[in-house]
């Protein structure tokens, strides 16, 4: 059985870090339809932004 208020909160934590990361760094390259960044290194700072944000509202940190 699928824990659907789980996966809600990861996806509405993972709306609110993006946004944050976003307002704080800005968005280099261009946002794909994928979620991805264009930029490699601008990615990777996402990602460990995320993972970071997801360790702190304590959830998991795999990708949604």
């Known amino acids: ?3 659907t208020q789980n996966t809600n909160e990861n996806i509405a934590s993972e709306i609110e870090a993006r946004s944050a990361f976003e ?3 800005g ?3 261009s946002l794909l339809a994928s979620g991805n ?3 490699w290194v601008h990615q990777a700072k996402w990602e ?3 993972d ?3 360790q702190s509202e ?3 940190c795999t990708k949604i």
């Open 1 to 3: 059985m699928i824990d």
């Open 23 to 25: 307002n704080r760094y």
């Open 27 to 29: 968005v280099v390259g």
């Open 37 to 39: 960044y264009s930029s």
């Open 48 to 50: 460990a932004f995320r």
């Open 52 to 54: 970071g944000w997801m």
């Open 58 to 60: 304590g959830l998991c």
